[in-house]
């Protein structure tokens, strides 16, 4: 259990230092640039994957290179997410992306649902509407227009690259390899993004930032699939766990470092998220 808990407040770590970095002038883009060249490095000695025998013709690059931009792009959108519609939010969208993962399996990988696996997907698109529902209450002039936006965008974003990281395993690429292979494209095509945009490789402190960021997203990777191994006959203690010490760390969060509300209609997409969990945990 003490890994799970690592591996959700390095989750959350993530999203705190992301906000903080961002309200004091960081650039986000070339951080998650840097975060990716030492998730990349990390990935390697801590895997181990055989990047050797990767068979240049079989590999569907296409799929890893389509992932390779969608990871740095979905991290910017939570960037974004966390400072229009706050951690709390934030957290609560990216985790029930879940969601959409299991409907997809549903229609894409012919996975067969039982009553409770419906009642928890249910119960999560209610947790989500009230989240992106709350954005729409109160005076106009205190809402950003584009939170929804990029609450939404977290939903969706995390749930394809679930999906997609799932069907490239499936293709017969180890999840190590493609992990590996994800990362290091998702550094190449950040850092020749920002190098063209702005003719640099990105300031000291955004690399600094970005090495700090790089090395708490790994570790949240790393301690939630060693917690998948030590707990392997246990998978749903693991996924509920991880999921609801999440969404409960982000919202202490929010709450006491950036004093964020939790307004009613927050508060029951946060119920609703965490009975979703639960239920699609059971189903497992």
Not at 49 to 58: K, W
């Amino acid at each position: 259990m003490e890994l799970i808990f690592a591996a959700a407040l390095c989750s959350v770590a993530v999203s705190i230092l992301l906000k903080i970095c961002k309200e004091r002038g960081f650039n986000a883009l070339q951080m998650i640039t840097w975060n990716y060249a030492v998730a990349s490095i990390l990935c390697f000695f801590w895997f181990k994957p055989d990047l050797q025998h990767v068979s240049i013709q079989d590999t569907p690059w296409w799929l890893i290179i389509t992932l390779g931009i969608l990871l740095p792009t979905i991290f910017l959108c939570l960037s974004k997410s966390l400072q229009t519609a706050g951690i709390l939010k934030t957290e609560i969208a990216q985790r029930l992306s879940v969601v959409l993962s299991l409907t997809a399996a549903y229609f894409v990988f012919q996975e067969q649902f039982n009553q409770l696996k419906i009642i928890g997907i249910v119960l999560g698109i209610g947790a989500v509407l009230c989240i992106l529902l709350s954005n729409r209450v109160g005076p106009i002039s205190t809402e950003n227009p584009n939170a929804v936006g990029y609450l939404a965008s977290v939903w969706v974003g995390y749930a394809l690259i679930d999906v997609l990281l799932k069907y490239t395993t499936g293709l017969g690429l180890q999840f190590s390899v493609a992990l590996n292979l994800m990362f290091i494209c998702a550094f190449i095509l950040s850092l020749a993004y920002i190098i063209i945009k702005t003719k640099t490789v990105g300031t000291t402190q955004n690399i600094l930032a970005g090495l700090a960021l790089g090395v708490l997203n790994f570790a949240n990777i790393a301690l939630y699939v060693k917690a998948h191994i030590l707990l392997k006959e246990s998978p749903a203690i693991v996924f509920a766990g991880m999921n609801i010490l999440v969404v409960l760390l982000g919202v202490l969060g929010g709450l006491i470092i950036f004093k964020e509300k939790l307004k009613l209609v927050s508060a029951t997409g946060l119920v609703l998220g965490i009975v979703s969990v639960l239920c699609l945990a059971y189903a497992m």
